[in-house]
């Protein structure tokens, strides 16, 4: 990156020091560096105390799609909740290895959904049933993905790990199946932070995802009235936020059609990737606590496979391998 563009796009930590206004010349250098990278920016409104975090997740919406074999109906619903799980990370301390876990338990043909994302903008997760059938619902003419009716009713669990011990968990009732509404509705219980919540995932007739993202705006304390009155107007009035990244629009330029009316500055720039951090080293621990019994068995087999469940990564241990696993673990117990 040239240095022109490193000072337009550097990060700065602390709210006085920073803000970057965001003129033709930074929206310029930021299309050049992201390209057609899945990001997410933190923006800020210089007249007023509103923030907004925007993010473009569609390549990473892909990777899972491809990784986990999903139909078409698990790709929007996986999409909204990895898209989602990079939003709650707003909760965390930027850029470091804090946690945040999206766990969505309903009773609709699905099932489970889990999304994982860390403070780095990495993520990761999976859908207990990749082949879920399509269901489509008519909304305002138009027709879309039943993401409701595919998740049914049940409960939503956000578990936060800050590097601190024991994580925060918490849950509240899923009052949608949607999931962007969800979570507006878990941060007004759980963390008392009003919030409005956007998640899109687009996809094609041949499955593929042709645009993904979502926005958390919300104020922030000593927000006046007025702002507040004006960033709920100008929520309302947009299109789906994946119609306009299918259009072409940018995360920071969805920033300022969210805080029209006021002066858009950036606070943060955050790349995003599926990214699991499973490793056959991993997958060796999950066969070493098995009982000897069940090793032995794998052994008679001729091998063993193991797949983690939120990336599709398969990790294959010979008989060979086996057997010092076996013997790694009997040496252990004496």
């Given at each position: 990156m040239e240095k022109k563009e490193q000072k337009n796009l550097k990060v700065l930590p602390q709210r006085e020091q920073l803000v970057k206004e965001l003129t033709d010349?930074?929206?310029?250098?930021?299309?050049?560096?992201?390209?057609?990278?899945?990001?997410?920016?933190?923006?800020?409104?210089?007249?007023?105390?509103?923030?907004?975090?925007?993010?473009?997740?569609?390549?990473l919406c892909e990777i899972a799609r491809l990784r986990h074999k999903l139909s078409p109906m698990a790709?929007?619903?996986?999409?909204?909740?990895?898209?989602?799980?990079?939003?709650?990370?707003?909760?965390?301390?930027?850029?470091?290895?804090?946690?945040?876990?999206?766990?969505i338990e309903g009773d609709g043909p699905i099932g489970l959904v889990v999304a994982e994302a860390n403070a780095k903008g990495e993520v990761r997760g999976f859908v207990q049933n990749p082949n879920?059938?399509?269901?489509?619902?008519?909304?305002?003419?138009?027709?879309k993905f039943d993401i409701a009716k595919a998740?049914?009713?049940?409960?939503?669990?956000?578990?936060?790990?800050?590097?601190?011990g024991t994580p925060y968990e918490s849950s509240v009732p899923l009052v949608s199946g949607e999931i962007a509404q969800d979570i507006a509705y878990y941060l007004l219980k759980s963390e008392q932070i009003p919030s409005a919540v956007a998640i899109g995932v687009l996809v094609g007739e041949d499955g593929k995802v042709e645009a993904a993202?979502?926005?958390?705006?919300?104020?922030?304390?000593?927000?006046?009235?007025?702002?507040?009155?004006?960033?709920?107007?100008?929520?309302?009035?947009?299109?789906?936020?994946?119609?306009?990244?299918?259009?072409?629009?940018?995360?920071?330029?969805i920033a300022e059609l969210i805080f029209k009316g006021f002066t858009t500055e950036l606070l943060a720039l955050k790349e995003l990737s599926f990214r699991?951090?499973?490793?056959?080293?991993?997958?060796?621990?999950?066969?070493?606590a098995m009982p000897e019994e069940e090793?032995?068995?794998?052994?008679?087999?001729?091998?063993?496979?193991?797949?983690?469940?939120?990336?599709?990564?398969?990790?294959?241990?010979?008989?060979?391998?086996?057997?010092?696993?076996?013997?790694?673990?009997?040496?252990?117990?004496?």
């Open positions: 010349q930074v929206k310029e250098d930021l299309k050049n560096y992201f390209k057609d990278r899945d990001y997410g920016v933190i923006a800020v409104t210089r007249e007023d105390a509103l923030r907004a975090f925007v993010v473009k997740t569609t390549n790709t929007a619903v996986l999409g909204r909740a990895l898209t989602g799980a990079i939003l709650l990370t707003s909760l965390l301390k930027h850029g470091t290895n804090q946690r945040v876990l999206l766990r879920v059938e399509t269901f489509i619902k008519e909304e305002n003419g138009r027709k998740v049914g009713k049940g409960t939503l669990t956000v578990v936060k790990d800050l590097g601190f993202g979502g926005f958390l705006a919300q104020p922030l304390p000593g927000a006046s009235e007025s702002a507040v009155e004006k960033l709920e107007k100008n929520v309302t009035s947009l299109p789906p936020v994946s119609t306009l990244i299918k259009e072409g629009k940018r995360p920071e330029e699991c951090r499973c490793s056959k080293e991993v997958a060796k621990g999950g066969i070493v090793i032995k068995s794998l052994i008679q087999e001729g091998g063993a496979s193991v797949k983690c469940k939120f990336c599709g990564e398969e990790y294959h241990f010979s008989k060979e391998e086996l057997e010092e696993i076996l013997k790694e673990k009997q040496q252990g117990n004496n």
